[in-house]
């Protein structure tokens, strides 16, 4: 795209996509490290927040 007509930022775009894609595989890598360390599953820890 040339720079007076930048792409939008927002919306169905390969940069929303990509973001949203890395987000995404950073959640799944965190939830794994978090379920090796506390020995629970990802349920297990969602549920746990809400039994105190």
Do not use: C, H, K
């Amino acid at each position: 795209m040339s720079p007076s007509n930048p792409e939008p930022m927002w919306g169905f775009t390969d940069f929303a996509e990509n973001f949203s894609g890395r987000l995404a595989m950073l959640g799944f890598f965190l939830g794994f490290v978090t379920e090796v360390i506390s020995g629970e599953g990802i349920l297990a820890q969602i549920l746990s927040l809400f039994s105190y």
